[in-house]
């Protein structure tokens, strides 16, 4: 598959569980912040996005939360589902220039039945 | 309403050939990227168009690639002649406006998979 070659730190949860991702990002001018979920053989899909004058955003099963202080950004997922396994990924992008999304290297969620 | 849609999704070419991978954006966004993933390697940006021109291009690796977007409709991303190191994914996405957040989201396509031999 497509994530063959990148080692991509994995996060394994049961069904039902909750699930956290974690994304430290680079640039302290980055000022928007979006997760992308990709499954195989597909192209990354929009989760859910923040804007740097927010520290939370919830969505349906959701919740995004920012840590500018640390340049942090995490992706919290309620009673994670097998549909939910994937790789996951965030992007960020500044003012100058918010049509470029740098993208982080992604973590994998596996989830056991 | 169709997504982003990219032609072909696999390709496999020799050294020194040439390949052209098409996206069709949906339809109505004017803003049309191409990202791409190399082997073991993040996603990256390689350029932005909006309709047809141009708007950076900071991303493409070498002259080697050629983008277009004639008509401002769907887009072209030829590489001539192909290289090994050119192997990997490809993703073409759109946004109707720029992506600030309140519904100006990009949309990626699923990607052309791209192998160099």
């Known amino acids: 598959g497509e994530n063959v070659g990148l080692h991509l730190p994995t996060l394994s949860v049961q069904e039902g569980d909750n699930s956290i991702i974690n994304c430290a990002y680079s640039?302290?001018?980055?000022?928007?912040f979006i997760w992308y979920k990709q499954e195989s053989g597909k192209g990354p899909q929009f989760i859910i996005d923040?804007?740097?004058?927010?520290d939370k955003r919830q969505g349906q099963r959701v919740t995004v939360l920012l840590n500018k202080t640390v340049k942090h950004l995490s992706l919290q997922i309620a009673a994670t589902q097998p549909g939910d396994s994937a790789v996951y990924f965030c992007?960020?992008?500044?003012?100058?220039?918010?049509?470029?999304?740098?993208f982080g290297s992604g973590t994998r969620l596996l989830v056991r039945p | 309403e169709a997504g982003v849609t990219q032609f072909p999704s696999h390709s496999v070419i020799e050294k020194g050939q040439t390949v052209t991978l098409r996206c069709d954006p949906i339809?109505?966004?004017?803003?049309l990227y191409w990202y791409r993933r190399v082997m073991g390697k993040e996603i990256k940006f390689l350029l932005h168009?909006?309709?047809?021109?141009?708007?950076?291009e900071s991303g493409m690796p070498n002259n080697r690639f050629l983008a277009e977007r004639t008509g401002g409709t769907y887009s072209t991303l030829k590489v001539q002649p192909a290289e090994l190191e050119d192997s990997g994914v490809y993703f073409c996405?759109?946004?109707?406006?720029?992506?600030?957040?309140?519904?100006?989201?990009?949309?990626f396509g699923e990607g052309s998979w791209l192998t160099v031999v």
């Open positions: 996405a759109s946004s109707q406006m720029l992506p600030r957040g309140g519904g100006n989201t990009i949309y």
């Open positions: 992007a960020e992008s500044g003012m100058d220039s918010s049509y470029k999304l740098i």
């Open positions: 923040i804007r740097s004058n927010m």
């Open positions: 339809s109505g966004h004017d803003n």
């Open positions: 168009f909006v309709k047809e021109s141009k708007q950076d």
């Open positions: 640039n302290s001018a980055s000022d928007y």
